[in-house]
RNA sequence: GGAGAGAUUCCCGAGUGGUCAAAGGGGGCAGACUGUAAAUCUGUUGGCUUACGCCUUCGAAGGUUCAAAUCCUUCUCUCUCCA
C-alpha cells in the first residue's frame, strides 16, 4: 500500500474507502489534491473537528497537496448527517465571522502555503447559484430513492428532514466536483458521518465529468466508556483559548482514561507510532507518565509549546507535591489588598475564583469536603479568609475537589 | 385545511387540586479506594439564607380557587393520522 495510506492506516485513521487499492496506485504515481470541509458552525473549532485535519497533515507532510474547505455556503443549509433535529440557522454574517477565525485557527494548525496547502469557501460558488440551472445540471444527477436509503436521511425520517436540509448532500457533492474543475482535486477525506455525502460527490463526477475520483473517512473517536470525545464538564474542547483555556486544554488529555491513551498519541499526536505504542501499554506510573506526555504533545500542537510547558507546570505545581511545578501558571485572579484585609467568607471566595457557579453549590462543595484552602480544609461554610490566609508568595491556593484548582493573588 | 397526541428541572421520564423544588434513571459534583485512570461504594444535585424560612421553576399569557405542574381560556411550538 502507498506509504502514506499505510501511516494513516497504523494511526487508526482508516474507517472506509471507495477503492483502497486504485487510490494507493494513484498516490503512488504522485501528489493527489485532496480535500476536507468543515462547516463554520461555530466560532471555534474544538478537537472533535480536527481529525481529519491531523490525517491532513500526514498526507501533506507524505507531498500530496490538500485544500481545507470552509462551508461559508453551505453551512447556509445546515447538514443533517448524524444529526437528530435540525440546527438552527446562522445569519450570513455570524457565517462569515465564524469562517475567518475558523481558516485562522486552521491556519495555525496546518500551515497554509498557497500551493501545496490552502483554504477555499465554498460560499465562493455557491452564493449565487442559479436555481434553475443548478437543479438542471446537477440535480438531474441524484435519485431522490437513492438519497433516502442513506442512513443519515433514514435516521431523520423519523423525527423529520426538512427539505433545505435534505438539499444538502447536492450541494456537498457539487463542491467536490467544482474542486475537482478548478483544482483537480481527486480524494475528499472526513469523517464517517460524511460518507454518503462523498460517496455522492464522488458518483456526480463521474457522471458529469467521467472521472474517477475517491473518498476516504475516518472513524468517529469515542473514548473507552463511549463518550463522545471531547466533552468536558463545560461542553466541547475548544480550540479557541478563550474559551478553553491550555490549562484546561491540557487538563483533559492528562485526564483521559488508560484504554485511550495509545489511540490518542497515534491520532492526536505526530509521535512515532512505535513510540506511541511504547507509551500507551505501559502500566502504573508509566501509563500516568504517558499521559503528560500526551496532554503535553496535543497542547504543543495546537496551542504551542510555551503554553504547553506553562500547563504542564501549572498541573505538576497542582497535583504533584508543591515544589515540583510552578505554581504561578495555575490558573488565578486577582483580589484588591483591601478586600482581603476585611476578610471574605469562604462561600463568595469560591465563587469569585469561578470554581463553583453558586453560593449553594459553594456551601455544598464545603459540606462535603471538598473545599480546601492552602492545604487547610474548610469545613465550616462561615469561615472568613483575610490576608493572615496568604501563603508565602502572597496568594491562596483554592482546591475545589481533588481536579480543580485556582489561585487568589492579592493585588 | 381536518382529527388526535403532546410540551415537566442539564437529559430521559413520573406526577391529573394541597403531603411538590416535583418519583425514578442518566449525566454532573463531592467523599472513600487509587495513579490527576477505570470499576465499585456512599452522599449530593434550582437560588438566597447561620437557621426558622423566603424567592423563582413544570411551553407563553391570562383566569378559577384559601391553594394550580395539575382545572378553564387564548396563544406558540412539536409529533401522528387524514386531505
Request: with cysteine; aromatic share 10%; glycine share 10%.
Amino acid at each position: 500500500m502507498n506509504a502514506a495510506l499505510e501511516t494513516l492506516k497504523e494511526r487508526g485513521f482508516l474507517k472506509q474507502c471507495t477503492d483502497l487499492d486504485r487510490l494507493s496506485k494513484l498516490m503512488d504515481e504522485g501528489p493527489v489534491t485532496f480535500y476536507v470541509g468543515c462547516d463554520p458552525t461555530g466560532p471555534s473549532l474544538h478537537i472533535g473537528h480536527m481529525v481529519p485535519f491531523f490525517a491532513f497533515r500526514h498526507l501533506h507532510e507524505a507531498g500530496h497537496r490538500g485544500i481545507a474547505l470552509v462551508g461559508g455556503g453551505t453551512a447556509r443549509i445546515g447538514d443533517p448527517s448524524g444529526k437528530s433535529e435540525m440546527r438552527k440557522m446562522l445569519s450570513y454574517e455570524q457565517l462569515d465571522a465564524n469562517s475567518a477565525s475558523i481558516a485562522a485557527q486552521l491556519d495555525r494548525f496546518i500551515g497554509f502555503d498557497g500551493t501545496t496547502a490552502y483554504t477555499e469557501n465554498n460560499k465562493d460558488w455557491l452564493a449565487d447559484l442559479n436555481y434553475i440551472d443548478f437543479l438542471r445540471d446537477i440535480g438531474r444527477h441524484f435519485s431522490v430513492n437513492r438519497m433516502l436509503s442513506f442512513e443519515a436521511y433514514r435516521m431523520r425520517m423519523e423525527t423529520g428532514l426538512s427539505f433545505i436540509e435534505f438539499n444538502y448532500q447536492l450541494l456537498q457533492s457539487y463542491d467536490f466536483l467544482q474542486l475537482y474543475k478548478r483544482r483537480g482535486c481527486r480524494l475528499q477525506i472526513g469523517g464517517d458521518d460524511q460518507w454518503g455525502n462523498i460517496v455522492a460527490g464522488i458518483e456526480l463526477i463521474r457522471r458529469v465529468e467521467g472521472a474517477e475520483c475517491f473518498g476516504l473517512t475516518f472513524p468517529l473517536v469515542t473514548t473507552a466508556d463511549g463518550k463522545k470525545m471531547g466533552k468536558t464538564e463545560k461542553g466541547a474542547l475548544f480550540l479557541d483559548p478563550a474559551v478553553t483555556s491550555p490549562y484546561d486544554f491540557f487538563q483533559y488529555w492528562r485526564n483521559v482514561a488508560d484504554a485511550d491513551v495509545e489511540r490518542f498519541l497515534l491520532m492526536f499526536t505526530f509521535l512515532p507510532a512505535a513510540e506511541c505504542r511504547a507509551l500507551g501499554n505501559a502500566t502504573d506510573a508509566g501509563i500516568n507518565q504517558a499521559k503528560e506526555r500526551l496532554a503535553w504533545e496535543v497542547t504543543a500542537l495546537i496551542h504551542g509549546k510555551d503554553e504547553a510547558d506553562r500547563a504542564l507546570a501549572a498541573a505538576q505545581a497542582a497535583f504533584g507535591g508543591s515544589k515540583a511545578g510552578d505554581v504561578s501558571q495555575i490558573p488565578s485572579r486577582e483580589l484588591s489588598g483591601e478586600e482581603l484585609d476585611h476578610g471574605m467568607g469562604v462561600l463568595d471566595l469560591f465563587v469569585y475564583a469561578g470554581l463553583v457557579p453558586s453560593k449553594s453549590e459553594a456551601r455544598r462543595l464545603v459540606q462535603q469536603g471538598g473545599a480546601i484552602i492552602n492545604d487547610r480544609k474548610i469545613d465550616d461554610e462561615k469561615t472568613v479568609v483575610d490576608s493572615s490566609w496568604l501563603d508565602a508568595e502572597g496568594a491562596l491556593m483554592l482546591r475545589a475537589g481533588k481536579k480543580r484548582v485556582f489561585r487568589i493573588l492579592r493585588r
